[in-house]
């Protein structure tokens, strides 16, 4: 199921929904925006992608149903800039390069620093442990226990995935999760709504 199809199927609001795709440089996140906004599917030329080093923006629109998608460059020197994007996030894509467990630390400290943000106090959290083609990618649960402890409380879950899959699954059920949460959130908004006008 192509990603527009899925937001048809899910749709539950015509407000626009703002997504921030975060992670350290190289873990694959422009690659995963770039088939995104290719409906889900493998048919994006992804093979002369080149690290960001500022900001990459799609709006993926379908039936009224508009999703904002951010992704921002992970270069140490660009981190620093990541607070200027966080508010107003519905939901944020922490992306992990599952196949470099030497850098594992370094992402959950990263992942940490945001999430303590004000602006994301309540942002569901959607961890796409990347690269999962390879012999040396690492499984879920090991990138989970990781990045795990520096999300408190807070609704996440980890998806595993290879932006370079032809069918694309990992990235598909990830996505599915995050308009699912989108929906939890306008039915509570709108339920909340009701109770205000006395409905």
Same mark, same amino acid.
Request: aromatic letters at 6%.
């Given at each position: ?20 795709? +975060?992670? +350290?440089?190289?873990?694959?996140? @422009? @690659?995963?925006?770039?088939? +995104? ?13 080149? @690290? ?39 939901? +944020? ?63 996440? @879950? ?42």
């Amino acid at each position: 199921m192509g990603l527009l199809a899925l937001l048809r199927k899910l749709k539950t609001t015509d407000e626009e929904a703002r997504i921030l795709i +975060l992670g +350290l440089d190289a873990a694959g996140k @422009t @690659t995963i925006l770039t088939v +995104l906004s290719n409906s889900g599917t493998k048919k994006a030329d992804i093979e002369g992608i080149v @690290t960001t080093k500022g900001f990459n923006i799609k709006q993926l629109q379908n039936d009224g149903f508009k999703l904002n998608v951010w992704d921002i460059g992970g270069q140490k020197n660009i981190r620093t800039y990541w607070r200027n994007y966080v508010p107003n996030t519905d939901i +944020l894509i922490w992306v992990v390069d599952s196949a470099d467990a030497g850098r594992f630390d370094e992402s959950a400290t990263e992942l940490g620093n945001i999430v303590d943000d004000e602006h994301l106090k309540e942002c569901p959290v959607l961890i796409f442990s990347n690269k999962s083609d390879l012999l040396s990618s690492r499984d879920k649960e090991e990138v989970a226990a990781k990045m795990k402890p520096k999300l408190g409380g807070r609704t996440f @879950t980890v998806q595993q995935c290879s932006a370079k899959d032809d069918d694309c699954e990992g990235l598909q059920k990830g996505m599915e999760w995050c308009i699912n949460q989108l929906s939890l959130k306008a039915k509570a908004k709108k339920k909340g709504n009701s109770t205000r006008s006395g409905k």
